[in-house]
């Protein structure tokens, strides 16, 4: 249980940093909160989602599932254009700041790991104990 809680906070850190990474490029591009940006990550998400049977299967590569990243991948843009929704009629400049933020949660949910795995850890003898 302990493994699959901790792909799946690998798989969100990825998800952030990639919502960060389309954010941070449309601010650089000069493209500001607004209808195109959001029409057009949506647009990213939903080809994502409809053709995620079609994409590569890299299997596992270095103790990850790469399959489970690849399958979800929309949920980067996705994300993204939620952001960019919240925050919309945005500066590029504001833009870039909410893609530092997403990339800011998503490195702080990584780093945070260890603290997933001790208290995971803990819980799992004090109910031990109980039993």
């Given at each position: 249980m302990q493994r699959v809680f901790d792909e799946r906070a690998m798989e969100a850190t990825a998800?952030?940093?990639?919502?960060?990474?389309?954010?941070?490029?449309?601010?650089?591009?000069?493209?500001?909160?607004g209808v195109p940006l959001v029409a057009v990550l949506t647009l990213i998400a939903v080809t994502l989602a409809?053709?995620?049977?079609?994409?590569?299967?890299?299997?596992?590569?270095?103790?990850?599932?790469l399959d489970r990243y690849v399958r979800d991948l929309w949920v980067g843009p996705a994300l993204a254009a939620a952001a960019s929704a919240f925050v919309f009629g945005a500066t590029p400049a504001e833009i870039q700041t909410v893609g530092g933020l997403l990339g800011f949660v998503g490195m702080v949910n990584?780093?945070?790991?260890?603290?997933?795995?001790?208290?995971?850890?803990l819980v799992t003898r004090f109910v031990e104990t109980l039993a």
């Open positions: 998800l952030l940093l990639v919502a960060s990474v389309l954010l941070i490029g449309a601010s650089l591009a000069g493209i500001g909160g409809a053709g995620r049977e079609r994409l590569p299967r890299p299997g596992r590569r270095l103790g990850q599932d990584y780093f945070l790991r260890p603290v997933y795995h001790a208290g995971y850890s």
